[in-house]
Nanobody, 122 residues
Framework: VQLQASGGGLVQPGGSLKLSCAAS????????LGWFRQAPGKEREFVAG????????EVSDSVKGRFTISRDNVNIIVYLHMNSAKPEDTAVYYC????????????????WGQGTLVTVSS
């Protein structure tokens, strides 16, 4: 499975940004696509995830009410919609893939995209 993330950049506090991740290869029929982020000096953390059907999704408490996740089932693209951005959202954002139901730890994911940098600053 190959993952290609895009959409990062500079956003002002309170602003919005949309990240995209296109999956290709042998994704199978039951899988989870997730977004993680890693800020400088911190561990990589779960941000949001969505299952193969698009019917089950989760976002972390730190972004709940501000970020949402969605997907395009035809082309297997997952989106992270970032709203009301805060400086503490600054991080490299990674998309990830795992076979099966959603999990929230980095070690549970099998494939990773290259990461895209999001900087929230005025």
């Amino acid at each position: 499975v190959q993952l290609q993330a895009s959409g990062g950049g500079l956003v002002q506090p309170g602003g919005s940004l949309k990240l995209s991740c296109a999956a290709s290869g042998r994704t199978g029929s039951m899988y989870t696509l997730g977004w993680f982020r890693q800020a400088p000096g911190k561990e990589r953390e779960f941000v949001a995830g969505i299952d193969w059907s698009g019917k089950m999704s989760e976002v972390s408490d730190s972004v709940k009410g501000r970020f949402t996740i969605s997907r395009d089932n035809v082309n297997i693209i997952v989106y992270l919609h970032m709203n009301s951005a805060k400086p503490e959202d600054t991080a490299v954002y990674y998309c990830a893939y795992r076979r099966g139901i959603m999990e929230f730890n980095t070690q549970d994911y099998d494939y990773w995209g290259q990461g895209t940098l999001v900087t929230v600053s005025s």
